[in-house]
């Protein structure tokens, strides 16, 4: 089954606007969540990755928040660009075991211009 | 450079048919793993091996066969295709299995359509 629950499947955003994505997990071993990206017909690419002991770590246009009582993380993109248009996948993982990624079913974002 | 590669970019093949997919990195890993990713995009893992050691082998059917003759290598075998197996797979490596927080690095993916 599903480990972590990614929202929306979808989304569409004006340049310039916010994305938001949502990733929520059951786990309370996991302690490793990065987001990958992935552009069509490519693999996909670490983006941003934290670690529970922070609630937010910013990377450029790139935020991840997280929240560990409520099990939950979230990706912002701010200033939204048209080459921001991807799939992007949360995932979750427990380091110190056999470090095995399990990801969301990802969500494809369309930036328009 | 490209620092995971993958051959073929595509495969077209009948069912019944025995494939084979080549992955080779050239960023001195030591950790390589082979992903499913199918139709509606969801990616799972299906096999992990560590300095050419098996190390994860997930819930895949045994007509699938990893075989790494090097750390830089992984391959993987599909026996008797069947329709179900069409799909991108993803090949792709890190640092080290266990090693805090290490990026896994993917290859571009092979395209696996079985008619």
């Known amino acids: 089954q599903q480990q972590v629950k990614q929202s929306p499947q979808s989304l569409i955003v004006q340049k310039g606007g916010i994305s938001i994505i949502n990733c929520a997990y059951e786990?309370?071993?996991?302690?490793?969540f990065p987001w990958y990206q992935q552009f069509p017909g490519k693999g996909p690419a670490l983006l941003i990755a934290?670690?529970?002991?922070?609630s937010e770590k910013k990377e450029g246009r790139f935020t991840i928040s997280f929240n560990k009582s409520a099990k939950q993380f979230s990706l912002h993109i701010m200033d939204s660009q048209p080459g921001d248009s991807a799939t992007y996948f949360c995932?979750?993982?427990?380091?110190?075991?056999?470090?095995?990624?399990?990801f969301g079913a990802g969500t494809t974002v369309t930036v328009r211009a | 450079d490209t620092a995971v590669s993958q051959t073929p970019k595509y495969l077209v093949t009948q069912m019944g048919n025995d494939k084979s997919i080549k992955c080779e990195q050239n960023?001195?890993?030591?950790?390589m793993y082979w992903y499913k990713q199918d139709s509606k995009k969801f990616l799972k893992i299906m096999f992990s091996?560590?300095?050419?050691?098996?190390?994860i082998n997930e819930t895949v059917p045994n007509r699938f066969s990893p075989k790494s003759p090097d750390k830089a290598h992984l391959n993987l075998h599909i026996n008797s295709l069947e329709l179900g197996d069409s799909a991108v797979y993803f090949c792709?490596?890190?640092?080290?299995?266990?090693?805090?927080?290490?990026?896994?690095?993917f290859g571009p993916g092979t395209r696996l359509t079985v008619l």
């Open positions: 792709a490596s890190s640092h080290t299995l266990a090693g805090v927080g290490d990026t896994q690095y």
């Open positions: 786990n309370t071993a996991f302690d490793y």
């Open positions: 934290i670690r529970p002991d922070v």
């Open positions: 995932a979750a993982s427990i380091e110190r075991n056999d470090y095995k990624l399990s």
């Open positions: 960023l001195g890993h030591d950790t």
């Open positions: 091996y560590n300095n050419k050691e098996l190390i």
